[in-house]
């Protein structure tokens, strides 16, 4: 079974560019959950998607927004980037019930210049 | 609100040694817990996850953890390191309610091997 892909890998903007990060669930699951990751401050959560509604938010401003289509299939977007958007992104999916375990891609890794 | 404590965030064991990575949560309803890895440039992994039923739960690559609910703690053990053990481990905490899409993460603790 084909894991969570998330692309691109690597991009790199400048400030005030806006950016689409795209995420492909496992097969089945239908719900997406987004991260970012920070040395400073760690694994925050930013929204998850079940059944292409936001099921869940994050404390982020509204520059960060995302939407999931009938596929599963993920997006978020950031727009007017800031220095400090500079992170790992990570998107995870699962099968969106109680206890079920969210399975993570390997991140997209979004530097801003 | 929901919260993970990961105390120690860095630890260092030699190969073969006991690996103890210690976590401790805070929760107002029976928690859905969980471990992940992280390996450099790569996301995380799920090493266990604890729903209900047994207290002591056991993983991918020989890890185990227990859940003790009077010390509200999670910690994951290995018995015996390897050098391939070596990553950051994140213990995790899942919503609550219709928030369950929502983990709420550690500060993460990176082990090291010494050989």
């Known amino acids: 079974k084909a894991g969570v892909t998330q692309t691109p890998r690597y991009l790199i903007k400048t400030r005030g560019q806006q950016v689409t990060l795209s995420c492909s669930p496992i097969?089945?699951?239908?719900?997406v959950s987004w991260y970012q990751q920070t040395p400073g401050q760690g694994l925050q959560f930013l929204f998850e998607?079940?059944?292409?509604?936001?099921?869940n938010k994050g404390n982020f401003p509204g520059r960060f927004s995302g939407r999931q289509f009938s596929n599963s299939r993920s997006e978020m977007n950031v727009s007017t980037l800031e220095l400090g958007d500079s992170a790992l992104y990570l998107c995870?999916?699962?099968?969106?019930?109680?206890?079920?375990?969210?399975?993570f891609g390997d991140g997209t890794r979004l530097s801003i210049l | 609100a929901q919260s993970v404590t990961q105390l120690g965030s860095h630890v260092s064991v030699s190969e073969g040694a006991l690996v103890l990575l210690r976590c401790n949560y805070s929760?107002?309803?029976?928690?859905?817990l969980f471990w992940y890895v992280q390996y450099p440039n790569q996301g995380l992994q799920l090493l266990l996850k604890?729903?209900?039923?047994?207290?002591l739960v056991k993983g991918i690559n020989g890890f185990e953890a227990e859940f003790k609910k009077s010390e509200t703690s999670f910690h994951l053990t290995k018995p015996s390191a390897h050098m391939s053990d070596a990553a950051e481990y994140f213990c995790?905490?899942?919503?609550?309610?219709?928030?369950?899409?929502?983990?709420?993460f550690g500060q993460g603790t990176i082990l090291t091997v010494h050989p």
């Open positions: 995870a999916s699962s099968l969106g019930t109680l206890g079920q375990p969210q399975h």
């Open positions: 097969s089945g699951h239908r719900s």
């Open positions: 998607y079940f059944s292409e509604t936001q099921r």
């Open positions: 929760s107002s309803v029976p928690p859905y």
């Open positions: 604890y729903t209900t039923g047994a207290t």
């Open positions: 995790a905490v899942s919503g609550t309610g219709t928030s369950y899409g929502k983990l709420t």
